[in-house]
Structures are given as structure tokens and as C-alpha cells.
């Protein structure tokens, strides 16, 4: 369903709807006929929520597509995430927690190496350690070019994230990673009128760094790709007439949310019972909260079993907490499935909890991917799930007379 | 999910899929309450694959619609059947196992019987017998327009596939068939510049065969109508990186599969067991694997419930023979129901298993309709099949960082 359709029929109402997103929730059996990290879980009050809600299997992008975490989680909030795309540089910036402006423009940046011809012969600079990597970003920092400024955050080894900021500038740029040594990084273009001054920019940046860099082998020169303004999306308000939190440690997340238009809150703290502080403390305030975990996804993407089934147990011993705060709405899921198993992400539908009074409740009193296959929510597009949680939260008006 | 936004994500992989359709899978109860072929159907094999898997019913085209072979199996081969269409004058060649090339122009055609002045007055000539249709047609056969030749092959009674061969030819023509008697046959007109050549043709074909035909009442003139081309579809190679093969004992299933630019592999027999053993045999040489059954379809086409439950029997007997091969994804479905109670094509959504050691397990050790209605693959369009098979072979990068 699309957005449109859905902004026409919101009312106001006084609700409050919780989401709560347990990153790599979706898990696969550790053996064969075994049970999932969720289904291995303890979480008798989850299974006691499960109860009186809603159970179903959430499709983050598409059947059989394993997403990243931006898609993953514009889809659980709603938006088509094929249409409502997020720029390769964006997602490196969001990550580092960097607080990209509505100007400026990001990009993905590597460390290179070339020779004295200037063609690559290293694509990543002898994976240099990220110390270093810090280093020969502080010295490319205090460059300036025109009227524009430049930022370079490290993300690891000879990674970095590459953000330009300064008036005139726009993405639409090609990149100069021509993805194979032996011949020199391309110059930028721009691709279109708007992005001409960007692209000089990078040139003219590009040309300095190497001037920078000269002697520093092996990390000689940068290479720099996936340019990507901050995208503008319909924001909660605009969209739900909703007052929208996000709850957040990881920068990542935090940067999604905003794309949405929600508030970032402030945890003060680095641990899961800071998170549900921070919602407690902001109850009366908003009308939305989405609270991320990430522990599950890390444990699942390091291939620790264990540790994700304890993650699980450790949101769960919470959940009287957040449900003392008397929520309309809650929305129990993930942005994607991340079985130890496969250290990664998966296209796994993800187990989806929707609590309300006025939830038809299914009965089935078990938290698990395969008592969530067996609810009444279905196995649904995430991007589905909002529509429910307004209709639950009083928020939808009634479509036709 | 649009085939080119999959197509992005496809990276290459050393797996083995197998895809076993058995044609008109799905039934329906004999007696109200009852089973239907399928969970009537002693299968061991099925059932302890089932266990192992993931379940779920596939919607060929749409709910409530009946598919023809054509459209049913493009569905279940990835392709939107409502968007990529095969006229009906290449489904009928490929009925008859005619070998269609890229050029050649197809049709249906009938025998009709006119009167003197020209004017149709049988549109099926009295359904003469089949017999008598091949030897007309063998008549006309020796037809020569311009640079064009022309095949006839009888398909049952009064109908014929017609293919006309030669440079510039192109579809896009009115048919002569004016659906009713008491007037005379059209003649064709060319619906594009392109295809003046061959409206041109096929009106000095069908005063021809008129000529041919004089004396042989019923059967004095022809109709023809759905004049198509081999349509060009995306291939499993462009599309999927897959070196796919075609295991079909009918035309129209091999058509269908050199639509999607499968290999079409010599059964060298016409049993299930040459089947089966052409799989073995050719297990290096691809990485996807279509297997046609078509003695469920047919049973269930002609009404009869316990040939069509035996036929089911003896698949499950070979299923042994091909997990022994370790494929790393297997699909059992249909690419319809055929009901023996309703003696046709139907509506009903088709059982489905996606077998794989990353599928994540429902638990259900029952291949039935009612089973896979409790699966978690859920009740899914069947061209979403395909991109969960790529999913679970490790085919599909992430979506999105």
C-alpha cells in the first residue's frame, strides 16, 4: 500500500505505539530439527505478550532478498524500500555516526596505492591498519577547496567515510574507483549541470590529497565512490502526524530515524537498560518510540549462537517495563534475519509481534519463527506492519462512506 | 519483485538447483471431507523431504485465476505470466512439438467448410477426424508464397498448427476467423508496417489452400487466427547467471523452457525413470535443473483420481534417486492444479516445497495442500519462487549496506 493512500486516511488520536527492533531477529536452526537462537530464547514475558497479540513473519525487502540494515529498516518503517533508496555513501557516514546536513554530499573512501606514473596498484593500500588510517585522515581534514569543507572519518583499515560540505554542491557524480589496478583512478564527472561544482571540487580535492600523501606508502592516494546527497524522505509527522523518537546507540540507526524525521534521543549510556530508561523518561513526550537492539544482529553475524539467544533474554527481562508505561500499540520485530549459522544477514522472514487491546490475539502464547508462521498477521512486507500499528492505535480513518 | 531489480543482485555461486514440477499438482477432495490425490498419495519420500523444508502454496498468475501450461510455468519460472505473454499461435506449435525459430510466425488454424459463394457455413468443417485433417494437411503443405514456407501439423480434429517461414516476417495481423457463420473469412491485415510482408503471405496461402481444398467438402477453406512470434524473454543465463536445462518429455514444456534459454536435454526414453536418469546423467554440466511430470496433469484432466494419486506415487519412489545427487536446493510444485473431481486446469493454489539446508524448517512432515498451507514460505505468487531458490543457493547478493 502506498504512502499517499495511507497520509490521506491519518487522524489524530492520543495513542502511543512502541516499536521495538531486535536487529537480526530472525534466526535458523543450529542443527538439523533444532530450534532457532528465538525459539531457544527463555522469554517468558515475550511469549506471555505473544499471547494476547498478533503473530506473523515479516518480508523486510522482497521473498528471498537478504537486505542491509538501511532497507531493513526503512521497510519496518513503512516505506517501500526498492522506491526509497539510500546512497552507498550515506550509509558510510550514518555509520560513523556522522551527522550528515541536508547539503552535503558523502561518499565511500578508500586508501589506495599508486605508482609514479599515477596508475593503481593497490586498491586498498595494503589493507593499512586503522590507526594509520586515522592519521592520513587528520592530515587530509584541514584541506579546503573553494568555499567547500571536508570531512574523513575512518571506518576500518583503509576505509573511510568522505563527506564534502559547502554551498552548490550536489551527488550525481561518477566515481574515480575504476574497481581494477593497473590503471589510474578516473576523474570524477558530473552528471548533471548541478553537480558540476561538486565534481571540480572532488577533482581539485582528489589532486591535493595525492600532494598530501606523497611518500606515505603504501596509502599514497584515495579512491572515492557511491556519492550520495541525504536523501529527502516524508517524515512521521508529515506522513502519520506523528511525534516521532528514536532510540538508538549506533550511528547507523540513529541516521535512518532521521531520515524518517524522528527525534534522535539522547541514552546517556551504552547499555540495553539505558535504552528503556531513555523510553521511560521520554514517555509523555512523543507519540512514536523505536528502540534498537543491536547486541542480537552482533552476535549473530559472529556466529555466536549462544550469545544471541542471551541478547534475546536479556530484551526480554525488560519487557515488564516497557509494558508498565501502558503502550496502545507494540510492535515486536526486526529489520532482518541474521542466523548464527550463517554469520550474516538473511532473506529469513523475521517473527513479528503486534500487541494492542484491539489486536485480534491468535492465542498462540510462544515468541518463535514458527509460532509467528502460524499467526494471523501472515507473512506479510514489513512495510505493511505500520498501516496495522496506526489502524491499532486509533490512527486511520475509515477509507470510503 | 521486478526480474530486472533481482537480476541486479544475482553473484555467482558453485550451487545446484533442482525445480521438479508435477503439471496440475494441486486437487481437491473426492467426497466432502475427504483427501485430496496428493494427501491421498502414499509418499514417504515427499513427506520426509517435507519435514526438512519449507512450505508453502503458490498463486500462479492471480487468486481465482485458472492458468493455462503456458502462463503457469513462466510463473513458476520467475516471470510475471500477465506481463510476459506467448500468443496462442506458438503455444499451439509448441503443442506439437514444433521446433519454432526466431522468425517464424505461428497461428491456430482450422479446417472450415464454405459454400459456393465463399461464405463460411462450418467453422470446425464437422469436426472431421484427425486422420483425414493429417492428410489435408500434408496438401497444403507443399504451398510455396514468395520466399516463405509453411507447416501444418495436425493437432486434433479440425485443428492445425500453422508456421509460416521466411525473411521479414513479423506478427502484428488480423485473424480470418470472423467467429461466426453466414459470412465470409477475412482476410488478413497487416497491424504494422513491418508485418505487410506477411499479411500479404498468409492471404495468398489461404486462396491457395482454397484452391487445394475445392471438392474435399467439409473441409474446403481454412481459418487462422493468433498469429504470433517466438516471443524473446530474458534468458536464466542473463537473468540469473544459471546454466539451466529442460528435462520435458511434451513440446510445449520445452517450448516453454527455451523461452527462458534453457538447454533442452535428449530423455533418450519416455518414462519418469529416463527422466530422472537424464538428471543424473547431466548433473556437472548445469546448475539449474526443470523436471516436467506430466502424468498428474493428464489424470487429473481426464477425471481420474487414483491414476493420478499412483502417478504422484511413483515420483515419490524416484525422489531417492535425486536427493542422492546432494543438490543444494530442491523445488517440488506444480505449475497449476489440475482436480480430477473438476477434470481440468484450476484456480487452487499448488503445494510447494523449497527444500534446502538453509531453508529454515517448518517441521511439517506432510506434502499435502492443507500442510503447505501452514508453511512458512506462506501463500505466495509462484514467480516469487525463484528468487527464494537464488536466496537459499547463496545466488543473491545484499540489498542495500
Not at 325 to 346: E, T
Amino acid at each position: 500500500m502506498n504512502l499517499k493512500f495511507l497520509q490521506r486516511l491519518v487522524a489524530p488520536a492520543e495513542t502511543k505505539i512502541v516499536m521495538l527492533i531486535l536487529d537480526g531477529l530472525g534466526g535458523l536452526p543450529r542443527e538439523p530439527g533444532g530450534l532457532t537462537e528465538l525459539e531457544t530464547a527463555h522469554t517468558p514475558n515475550l511469549d506471555a505478550l505473544a499471547a494476547q497479540s498478533t503473530l506473523g513473519l515479516t518480508i523486510p525487502v522482497g521473498p528471498g532478498i537478504t537486505p542491509g540494515s538501511g532497507p531493513g529498516h526503512l521497510a519496518i518503517f513503512g516505506y517501500d524500500p526498492i522506491e526509497y533508496e539510500i546512497g552507498r555513501g550515506v550509509l558510510e557516514a550514518l555509520g560513523v555516526d556522522f551527522e550528515l546536513g541536508p547539503d552535503d554530499i558523502a561518499a565511500r573512501g578508500n586508501f589506495c596505492s599508486v605508482d609514479a606514473g599515477g596508475v593503481l596498484t593497490d586498491r586498498r593500500a595494503g589493507r593499512l591498519p586503522t590507526e594509520t588510517s586515522r592519521e592520513l585522515a587528520d592530515l587530509l581534514r584541514t584541506i579546503h577547496i573553494e568555499d567547500v569543507e571536508f570531512f574523513l572519518v575512518p571506518v576500518k583499515e583503509h576505509r573511510f567515510a568522505f563527506v564534502m560540505r559547502g554551498p552548490g554542491l550536489a551527488d550525481g557524480l561518477t566515481e574515480t574507483d575504476p574497481q581494477k589496478t593497473g590503471v589510474a583512478p578516473l576523474p570524477v564527472r558530473a552528471l548533471t549541470p548541478e553537480s558540476e561544482k561538486a565534481a571540480r571540487v572532488v577533482n581539485r580535492f582528489v589532486e591535493q590529497a595525492r600532494l598530501r600523501l606523497a611518500g606515505k606508502q603504501p596509502a599514497n592516494s584515495i579512491l572515492l565512490r557511491g556519492f550520495a546527497g541525504f536523501p529527502v524522505f516524508p517524515t512521521y509527522e508529515e506522513l502519520f502526524g506523528l511525534r516521532a523518537a528514536a532510540i538508538a546507540l549506533h550511528g547507523m540507526y540513529r541516521g535512518v530515524a532521521r531520515l524518517a524525521g524522528m527525534q534522535i534521543l539522547d541514552v546517556g549510556g551504552v547499555t540495553l537498560e539505558d535504552e528503556f530508561t531513555t523510553l521511560e523518561k521520554n514517555w509523555t513526550g512523543f507519540d512514536f518510540f523505536y528502540l534498537h537492539v543491536k547486541k542480537t544482529d552482533t552476535a549473530g553475524e559472529d556466529g555466536d549462537f549462544d550469545r544471541k539467544v542471551r541478547a534475546i533474554e536479556e530484551v526480554d527481562a525488560l519487557i515488564p517495563c516497557m509494558m508498565a508505561l501502558d503502550p496502545d500499540v507494540v510492535i515486536v520485530g526486526g529489520d532482518h534475519s541474521s542466523p548464527a549459522v550463517l554469520k550474516s544477514h538473511s532473506w529469513h522472514p523475521v517473527p513479528t509481534l503486534l500487541y494492542s487491546k484491539l489486536a485480534r490475539p491468535d492465542g498462540i502464547p510462544v515468541f518463535g519463527e514458527r509460532a509467528c508462521a502460524r499467526g494471523s498477521l501472515g507473512i506479510l512486507p514489513a512495510k505493511d506492519v505500520m498501516p496495522v500499528a496506526l489502524a491499532h492505535a486509533r490512527r486511520l480513518a475509515k477509507y470510503g462512506a
